[in-house]
């Protein structure tokens, strides 16, 4: 797997979701709704003989929805965070046919405020789990 391939793949994917501006590495500034993919915590080689299988743990996304006080956000931030549905991140990033990689899993979801330009968002910040082929 190629850490760029694999992070243009997800973030094509993610882009099929309505109205949601992404990112396929963390942007200088936003305009949410906006989602990003971050840098994995771990990329591990040789998870099965033959550089048959690499793996990267918990590569983050961030899917930030708008002011923490805003009603909007919460409502908005619910269609993302959901186990089903068009605007689904889990839904949307598992049903996916890549070419980067095999499986992508949507691990878990914990949500934050980041500030961004002095404005605090509510964002939700999603692991993922892939797994594809080890480079030659």
């Known amino acids: 797997m190629n850490l760029d391939d694999v992070m243009d793949a997800v973030a094509a994917q993610l882009d099929t979701i309505s109205g949601l ?13 906006a989602a990003w993919i971050g840098y994995p915590e771990q990329y591990d080689y040789d998870a099965t003989y033959g550089r048959g299988m690499d793996r990267i743990s918990n590569l983050p996304l961030v899917v930030a ?25 889990k839904a ?12 992508l899993r949507v691990v878990s ?5 980041i500030t961004r330009g002095g404005t605090d968002y509510l964002a939700a910040l999603f692991m993922l789990d892939i797994a594809g082929q080890g480079s030659a």
């Open 21 to 33: 501006r992404v990112f396929a590495f963390p942007p200088d500034s936003l305009s949410p709704p």
């Open 109 to 113: 979801v914990n949500f934050d405020i």
């Open 92 to 103: 949307v990033l598992e049903s996916g046919a890549y070419s980067a990689f095999h499986t």
């Open 65 to 89: 929805v708008g002011k923490v006080s805003d009603r909007s956000a919460r409502d908005l931030v619910g269609q993302y965070v959901n186990g089903s549905g068009a605007a689904s991140v």
